[in-house]
């Protein structure tokens, strides 16, 4: 192999919002020295439960980054919400995820599909593993969604409402995202939140 061949990605990515790998490209982020390509599903494939197991501290549901294995531990917790996501199996793709919370933070920052100033609430936007490093949102950064089909009123719009991340804040919370107006919280681990599912491709 040369070493042109060596440094080419082994994945060619697509534009933001485009269609891949059984969803849409929403952006990359590092894990371990390495980059993985992240895909959001399709509106069509959104859900709606509790991130379960209130009172429990789930082990191995902490990062960040690694969405699959926080969902795995919280199914093998008993979570009903995550052995759904699961179960998914969209575009021939079966290895879906609820989102780790920097993977959330993509979703919003490329998809968001209102036009409300951001709510700018201690670190919203902070997000050190992703590439580019997300900065702390403004009022107006990010704005409304540029990318067809996920403003809002279309097709793959996310909901102005709450989505639960895979990422545990405690025994009693997890992180979740308002896509109304991009604040960054914990709640209520039996609160009913919305799910989008995401998948990930190693790049390099």
């Given at each position: ?8 990605p ?5 534009e ?20 993985f ?27 960040f ?12 917790s008993?979570?009903?919400?995550a052995q ?19 993977v ?42 540029q ?58």
């Open positions: 192999m040369s070493a042109v061949e060596k440094a080419a082994a994945v060619q990515l697509p933001i919002g485009q269609p891949f790998g059984g969803g849409f490209f929403s952006g990359i982020t590092i894990e371990n020295g390495q980059r390509a992240n895909i959001t599903a399709g509106a069509a494939h959104e859900l709606v439960g509790e991130w379960g197991e209130y009172g429990e501290k789930i082990e191995g549901a902490d990062s980054t690694d969405s699959r294995s926080n969902t795995e531990a919280m199914a093998a008993g979570s009903e919400l759904k996501v699961l179960s998914l199996d969209i575009g021939g793709f079966t290895d879906w995820a609820i989102p780790a919370r920097d959330q933070e993509l979703q919003y920052r490329h998809f968001k599909p209102t036009s409300r100033e951001n709510y700018c609430w201690s670190r919203d936007g902070d997000n050190p593993n992703s590439l580019p490093v997300g900065l702390m949102y403004t009022e107006e950064s990010p704005r409304k969604t990318v067809p089909g996920f403003a809002e009123g279309e097709p793959e719009a996310f909901q102005d409402r709450r989505y639960w991340s895979s990422s545990q804040r405690s025994a009693y919370y997890a992180f979740c995202m308002d896509f109304d107006v991009g604040y960054q919280y914990s709640d209520g681990k039996f609160n009913e939140l919305r799910v989008r599912a995401v998948r990930r491709s190693l790049i390099d």
